[in-house]
Each structure stands twice: as C-alpha cells, then as structure tokens.
C-alpha cells in the first residue's frame, strides 16, 4: 500500500519540526506540503517533498483557481487533487501540530480502511429476552470502509464556545472507537484522517477564510458531505484510531471570531444535506448532484455551489 500524506501549513520551523518527528513514519510514501502563502517562502529539508503555494494552485486551476480559499487551512484541497493525480491507494490528511503516538500510524489508517465497517442490521423491541423473530446468527451488516477518522490526545477539537466553558469545567474528551451509523453524521475534524483515492471527488473542503464569510467549519461541512454519500453509495466510515498527538493550542478569541457566523449555519447544513435525495452512482456524480441540489439561498451559497462544481469536474 502507498499513501499520499496532505499537511497545509505557513510556518517553516512547524512543518520542518513535524517532518522530522514522522520522518520515519512517512518513509516510503508521498509527502504533499501546501503552504498557504503567496510564493513558497521557504526550503524544505528533503527533496522528496512535494511543496505547493498560491503560484502552483493558480498555474495550475487558472480562472477556476478560487475555489481552494486561501488564508485557512482549507488550502489543504489543493493537496488532495495533487494526490489524485498520483499513482496511490490512500491519503493521510495532518496538520502540522500534530505528531505520532506509536509507530505504524500510516499502516493503522490502511488497516482501518480495509477492516469491514460493520454495524447492528437487527434491534431488538426491549431488553433482556429477545423476542421472536430476532436471527440467531449475523445480526449486522458490513461494508467497505473508504474514510477512516482518526483522534487526539493532548489538545481535543473544539470549537471556541466549548473550549471558553471547558476551560471551567475541566472535563476531558475520550476518544471512542465506532463505525459511524447509517444516516448518522458526526464532526469531521481534518487535522488526522485518511480515506481511499476513490473518494477524493467528495472531499472538498468548502469556502473559507480570507474572502469568505465562513471558517472553520470546510471540514465539519465536506464531513456532512463525504458522509451523506457514502450512505447513499453503500459505503462505511470509521472514527477513532489512530491516536495522534496535537500540541498546539489555538487562540480562543480568533477562533470565535472566525466561527460566530457559521453557528447557526451549521444547525440547519446538515438538515439541509439529509434531505436531499442521491441518484447517481459515483462520489463524482453525487457530488456534482448534491451540488445542483443544494438550495440554500445567498451569494455565498451561490459561488459554493459552482465551486462544488468545478471540483467535481476535475475528476472526470
């Protein structure tokens, strides 16, 4: 198995450091560095890092460069068309705060995604004795697992309201192995997750950051997507190992900043997304099909949908 490993970063000490710390972990795959800056503003140690910035994304996109939002870690999009167009079976997606845990994390993230995602086919009406009719034998269901997320220790995801009450409270996050229900959603952090190349089309993390009124929320809403698809075309997502270590603690103040507007959006998107009726028979085609259905009104909503578009066409 090969896999392409995706890190957005704008820092050269963070990402030089992170390198180092998986040097050995990433030995034999390829590396794909975004850097969110205008030019590449600095050198990387190895040669056999692929390192992208602004220059390569608008050489390469042209007039269709806007859609990877700049200024945000949802560059990282960038990345994973870069892995799609090479010859690999998975790709990692990490930001460059965290580090590994215990050796094997890339072949942890492979074996999650070749492990059957298995969930209940069968519920019984009470508890205790199980009435008539329940099978005796195979009471669930499985299916191919193409996303795989991955936790944390250290530093959980949270958005800036928890992290405000939590820094009260205390209360800490436990990481829970679990294959995601059918029709169920959860909140898709991108800082460790892997998924196989197949799926790619569907994982377009949306408009954010410096020209868009949204941040914060492009992997939690391509999470509400990648997933809302995957249940259509028959297939599972998994979430919890393998463990990675996140460090660094971003600024409270900046991130509620950077998320009050995307609150309340985020209570209806995931309504909005459910509701929508999936025909075709491809990640690219229910994409481009969720894209065209995807009636919310507004100009951003509007430029999202043709954004949602053109990623859809790059893969056909």
Known sequence: MKAAVVVPTIRRDSI??????????????????????????????????EHYSWEEIDKELKQDSWIIPRRTDCVRSYGFLKAWQRDVDFIVS?????????????????????????????????????????????????????????????????????QLVNSRLNSKFEPLDQ???????????????????????????????RDWPFDRFGDIWCGVIVKRICDHLGYGVSSGRPIIDHRRASNVW?????????????????????????????????????AEKLAIPGEYWQRLRTA?????????
């Open 16 to 49: 030089v450091e992170f390198l180092k710390a998986w040097e050995t972990e990433f030995d034999g795959h390829i590396v794909i560095v975004v850097e969110d800056n205008e030019k590449r503003s600095f050198d990387l140690p190895s040669d056999e890092v």
């Open 94 to 162: 990490l930001d460059d705060d965290c580090y590994p845990v215990e050796p094997g994390f890339v072949s942890k993230h492979w074996e999650m995604l070749c492990t059957s995602a298995s969930s209940s086919a069968w519920v019984s009406t009470g508890r205790g004795v199980t009435p008539r009719g329940m099978p005796y034998f195979r009471t669930s269901r499985s299916k191919e697992c193409v996303l795989n997320h991955g936790l944390w220790q250290n530093i959980p995801d949270y958005d800036a309201v928890t």
């Open 179 to 209: 294959v995601i229900p059918q029709g169920a959603f959860f909140p898709m952090c991108g800082m460790n997750i892997a998924f196989k190349k197949k799926a790619i089309p569907a994982m377009y993390f949306l408009l954010m950051g």
């Open 254 to 290: 900046a991130n509620l900043r950077k998320e009050v507007a995307g609150y309340e959006v985020n209570e209806m998107f995931w309504q909005m997304v459910d509701s929508l009726v999936l025909t075709n028979g491809t990640f690219e085609g229910c994409y481009l099909e969720l």
């Open 308 to 316: 949602m578009k053109i990623w859809a066409s790059l893969f056909v």
